[in-house]
């Protein structure tokens, strides 16, 4: 069954260091998004992208967040100058429909910790 | 601010039994409505999705939904062990690309 994968599973980094998520959506997948899961919180989005561009974005999307689908597979999120309040699970998902549309397919996850 | 409450629980029910998670959502334009399952650090899953008053039912899982009184449920028949997780409900207005999750409850089967 396709699935959405996630690298690394965990990363450890200091504060102020530049940190990439790495994603590979489902192949057929258009919608892609990125949500992040602070510990004991709830699932927040934080930015969604399609057809080469961000469609919509929360306020938690600061300027130190980037997302970018350098090639045809990989869908990556950049978290500049990494602070504490960033340790939290990010979840990358995709879609073949629009979200309101039907189904998100969460991959599981990447867990940043930061010291 | 757009808001999706869930008491926290934990409800615990035993094993057979019907198991009631319930949802209310603040914005009255929201369209969309879902229903996630998230076991201990995994991912969402999602269970069913809901778009017009009523119900619907697909096995074990029935969502309700009731737009005038803002309000979304999901019934969980015949309860097993393994339904023990927690369950998100998710709401999103048409056109937009952002699901807005409740906090979750956390579901207890008991054998």
């Known amino acids: 069954e396709p699935e959405v994968t996630q690298t690394p599973s965990h990363q450890v980094t200091q504060m102020g260091q530049e940190v990439i998520l790495r994603c590979v959506p489902i192949s057929n997948h258009l919608y892609f998004y990125w949500y992040r899961q602070i510990l004991g919180q709830k699932v927040e989005f934080l930015v969604s992208?399609?057809?080469?561009?961000?469609?919509?974005k929360s306020e938690i999307f600061d300027d130190q967040f980037s997302v970018e689908r350098p090639d045809g597979s990989n869908f990556t999120l950049k978290i500049r100058s990494t602070k504490l309040e960033d340790s939290a699970m990010y979840f990358c998902?995709?879609?073949?429909?629009?979200?309101?549309?039907?189904?998100?397919?969460f991959g599981e996850g990447s867990r940043l910790t930061v010291l | 601010q757009k808001e999706v409450e869930q008491n926290s629980g934990p409800l615990s029910v035993p094993e057979g039994a019907i198991a009631s998670l319930n949802c209310t959502y603040s914005d009255r334009g929201s369209q969309s409505f879902f229903w996630y399952r998230q076991y201990s650090g995994k991912s969402p899953e999602l269970i069913m999705f809901i778009y017009s008053n009523g119900d619907k039912e697909d096995g074990r899982f029935t969502a309700q939904l009731n737009k005038a009184s803002q309000y979304v449920s999901l019934l969980i028949r015949d309860s097993q062990p393994s339904d023990s997780a927690t369950y998100l409900c998710a709401v999103m207005d048409t056109g937009r690309r952002a699901l807005t999750f409740g906090s979750g409850t956390r579901l207890q089967v008991q054998p």
């Open positions: 992208f399609y057809n080469n561009e961000i469609s919509e």
């Open positions: 998902a995709s879609s073949l429909q629009p979200a309101w549309a039907g189904e998100l397919f």
